[in-house]
Nanobody, 123 residues
Framework: VQLQAFGGGLVQAGGYLRLSCAAS????????VGWFRQAPGKDRELVAS????????YYADSVKGRSTISRDNAKKTAYLQMDSLKPEDAAVYYC?????????????????WGQGTLVTVSS
């Protein structure tokens, strides 16, 4: 599976962005998808994840209530809608794929990793 994240950009605090993760190659619907982010000087953080069928999701406390993860297996694309953005949301956002359940992402594991997209939030 090849992954490409896009949709980042510059947004004012309080604004919103919808990130997309486009997949190609092997069956996307066999894989859970996780969104990670990494800001300069900070550890990589799991932001949200979704199971292969979309029935199970996970959100980090830092984005819970402000973000929605979803997927469209027919389009081989996963999404991360982020609302009420804060300056601390600024980071490079990456998507990842793994067949072994949402716990893999929580442990920092992944089978496939995509190129990131930069999110900048101005205060």
């Amino acid at each position: 599976v090849q992954l490409q994240a896009f949709g980042g950009g510059l947004v004012q605090a309080g604004g919103y962005l919808r990130l997309s993760c486009a997949a190609s190659g092997r069956s996307f619907s066999d894989y859970g998808v996780g969104w990670f982010r990494q800001a300069p000087g900070k550890d990589r953080e799991l932001v949200a994840s979704i199971s292969w069928g979309g029935g199970s999701t996970y959100y980090a406390d830092s984005v819970k209530g402000r973000s929605t993860i979803s997927r469209d297996n027919a389009k081989k694309t996963a999404y991360l809608q982020m609302d009420s953005l804060k300056p601390e949301d600024a980071a490079v956002y990456y998507c990842a794929a793994d067949r072994h359940g949402l716990g893999s992402f929580i442990r920092g594991e992944h089978e496939y990793w995509g190129q990131g997209t930069l999110v900048t939030v101005s205060s």
